[in-house]
């Protein structure tokens, strides 16, 4: 990999997995090697398998394409001592694919990749009641968090251009919807992939004033968007 995320594998000679494929001075024994045998009438190929064992993380892995390079040496045994008769080298490559998650959740739940909308019914609305939500975010690489309201950071009258403003925390700071239905705000941006259970963004919305409102519903629609840093 291009970075400094890894991936574990291992060689085996069984396909057990019992017996680790290792060269003739790191073993005492036959098992951990791959043997054969010529025949005599002059056989000179023999195909013999080795089991590769690779183990993923329990965490999601940076995306990319994973090598490493083995050197496999082939020896002939001689009344009981090795001798080496041919090196070549053995390429292993294994692509992570690229992963993005975004699901909206209530607040302290865990991600669900079906949960993907909330609504927050103020009811009957009053001036500075809040209510929250969490963003919860899987990505196998860094990732953009962007924000966009329709009315720009206002509830609009379901009748006509009448308005209740409101404020958005996002992890505890301020963010100014102002605009952001025609060029969506960047709330947050995460370097490098997030661990198994997500990245969890906490989101706030609080009522500006309601005294001399027009009485009806209003309401507002949030497109919240997560795409890939990279």
Excluded: C
Aim: glycine share 8%; proline share 3%.
């Amino acid at each position: 990999f291009n970075g400094l995320e890894t991936l574990d594998f291992q060689i085996y000679t069984d396909e057990k997995k019992k017996n680790i494929l290792k060269d003739t001075q790191d073993t005492s024994n036959d098992n951990d090697l791959i043997t054969g045998r010529f025949k005599v009438n002059g056989e000179n190929t023999l195909t013999e398998q080795a089991y590769v064992d690779l183990t993923l993380p329990g965490t999601i892995q940076e995306s990319g394409m994973y090598s490493d390079t083995y050197i496999v040496n082939l020896y002939y045994n001689w009344r009981n001592t090795y001798y080496l008769a041919d090196t070549t080298t053995m390429n292993f490559n294994y692509l992570v694919p690229e992963i993005i998650s975004l699901s909206l959740v209530d607040s302290g739940a865990p991600h669900d990749p079906n949960d993907t909308s909330q609504i927050l019914d103020f009811g009957i609305m009053e001036t500075s009641e809040r209510l929250s939500f969490d963003i919860v975010v899987k990505a196998s690489d860094g990732y953009n968090l962007k924000f966009s309201s329709l009315n720009n950071g206002k509830l609009q009258h379901n009748a006509g251009n009448f308005f209740v403003d409101y404020s958005a925390l996002i992890d505890g700071s301020s963010v100014d919807l102002a605009g952001s239905s025609s060029s969506p705000v960047l709330v947050k941006t995460s370097p490098s992939a997030t661990g198994d259970a997500g990245d969890r963004t906490s989101v706030s919305i609080t009522l500006g004033s309601v005294e001399g409102k027009v009485a009806g519903s209003y309401r507002d629609s949030v497109t919240i968007t997560v795409e890939s840093a990279l």
